[in-house]
């Protein structure tokens, strides 16, 4: 399969989010933020300016959000790579456009909407590195059923969605039920414990009707599965997708497709910086591997490689310099 033959290939689905990133201590986390430390959660608008005070510094602004994350890596990679989402008629909805337009993305499936805010996340890091998302959807949360029909998945063969989207069991529904009718095989990203915990009463009959790859972290397999044993959350998950992806950070990931399980081991990382994005990107790799009919394992090697790059930098948005040097790294696998 040729990338660059102008052949539509993925498109993701989520929200379009603008990350506002910054280092914090652990008893600002403590102090500060309501909700456990990690994972994400959705608070107002005024939360997140008075959490934006109480920094009392400056952020760095990135593009983010979870499907977002993987489709701008895959688009930087040369994949024919769209997206659609829902994003303010602002200064945030215009630098995430921009910044997926360079990346080589399709921006005509963004939606504008006229008056509520583009979604925003504080993504605050803390000294170990993790990061505790603090997100308000505005725009994002304003995507419809009645802004999306199959036609938006003609000539594409794959989407990727992101977990959050089941906060609005309605869409997500819709929007599998779409990618189907137009012949899509579909990947979903778990995204966070809390959603996994939200949604457990739809999302097995989802899993199993309508998603052929499932990635998730450690915490979401546990919440989803009930165990804290890699091997046997990866059996369970397994009897709902063709494909599983569980994710553990520098402990590698364990990948299962049908009957086969395969290890796959992390790529050692000088200092972790931020782990923003990782998973994302993670699957990024992966996808970049599975829709070119690569082994499970170079998928899951691929992954590897650029989630170790975004957790070497701030933010999910890797220097424009290093992606030579990554395009060359994934030939090599």
């Not at 769209?82 to 399709?106: P, V």
């Not at 790059?309 to 990554?326: T, Y």
Request: one cysteine or more; charged letters at 25%; aromatic letters at 8%.
């Amino acid at each position: 399969m040729d990338f660059h033959s102008g052949k539509k290939t993925i498109i993701g689905i989520g929200s379009p989010v603008v990350d506002r990133l910054a280092h914090v201590a652990d008893s600002f986390i403590n102090e500060k933020i309501d909700g456990k430390k990690g994972g994400m959660e959705l608070i107002s608008d005024g939360d997140i300016s008075s959490i934006l005070q109480s920094l009392g510094k400056e952020t760095y602004r990135a593009p983010g959000g979870s499907a977002g994350n993987t489709l701008f890596t895959l688009a930087k990679l040369g994949m024919s790579a769209g997206f659609l989402g829902k994003m303010g008629d602002d200064e945030n909805g215009t630098f995430y456009k921009e910044m997926f337009k360079q990346a080589g993305g399709d921006v005509t499936g963004f939606k504008i909407h006229t008056s509520a805010p583009s979604a925003l996340s504080l993504c605050l890091i803390t000294p170990d590195a993790e990061r505790t998302m603090r997100t308000h959807l505005g725009a994002a949360m304003a995507l419809s059923p009645d802004d999306i029909t199959a036609e938006d998945f003609k000539g594409y063969t794959h989407l990727h969605t992101e977990g959050y989207l089941l906060f609005n069991r309605e869409l997500i529904t819709h929007i599998l039920e779409c990618a189907r009718e137009a012949g899509c095989t579909v990947s979903m990203d778990l995204a966070s414990f809390e959603v996994v915990e939200n949604s457990k009463d739809i999302l097995p009959d989802l899993l199993k009707n309508y998603v052929d790859i499932v990635f998730a972290n450690e915490d979401e397999a546990q919440a989803f599965t009930g165990t804290s044993d890699p091997e046997t959350a990866l059996d369970r998950l397994g009897k709902y997708c063709h494909v599983c992806a569980l994710k553990m950070g520098e402990k590698g990931a364990f990948l299962k497709h049908k009957n086969r399980t395969v290890k796959v081991e992390a790529v050692p990382v000088l200092e972790v910086v931020d782990t923003t994005g990782a998973g994302d990107f993670w699957a990024a790799g992966f996808l970049y591997g599975y829709l070119r009919q690569k082994d499970l394992k170079v998928c899951g090697d691929l992954g590897a490689v650029l989630g170790a790059e975004v957790v070497s930098v701030m933010g999910a948005s890797i220097p424009e310099e290093r992606w030579e040097i990554i395009k060359n790294q994934l030939t090599a696998i």
